[in-house]
């Protein structure tokens, strides 16, 4: 079982900054992946950016040049640095951990962002 607890979304205008956050917790060392994952109402969640183990990173094209993901295997956290936001940006964001075939998601923190 992993536990993940997401925090640091909030309102920004467009052109801003916001830096998510995901403490993972539970059995780390079964984690293969960890992403933030986004869904809007009505909409299939779909990949913003993933990071593994070894620090492999992948983004969506949307976000390339604007988004970092990043971890702290000391903390068992990992980030999500947000620059140049835009308001098509604005969804719930969630964090994911992917074990073996499953995916374990954290409750999900609102990115509100205003023209």
């Known amino acids: 079982q992993v536990q993940l607890v997401e925090s640091g979304g909030g309102l920004v205008q467009a052109g801003g900054s916001l830096t998510l956050s995901c403490a993972a917790s539970?059995?780390?060392?079964?984690?293969?992946?960890l992403g933030w994952f986004r869904q809007a109402l009505g909409k299939q969640r779909e990949m913003v950016a993933t990071?593994?183990?070894?620090?492999?990173?992948n983004y969506a094209d949307s976000v390339k040049g604007r988004f970092t993901i990043s971890r702290d295997n000391a903390k068992d956290t990992v980030y999500l640095q947000m620059n140049s936001l835009k308001p098509e940006d604005t969804d719930v964001y969630y964090c994911?951990?992917?074990?073996?075939?499953?995916?374990?998601w954290g409750q999900g923190t609102q990115v509100t962002v205003s023209s």
């Open positions: 994911g951990a992917l074990v073996g075939v499953l995916t374990y």
């Open positions: 539970g059995n780390i060392a079964s984690i293969n992946s």
């Open positions: 990071i593994t183990s070894t620090s492999n990173t």
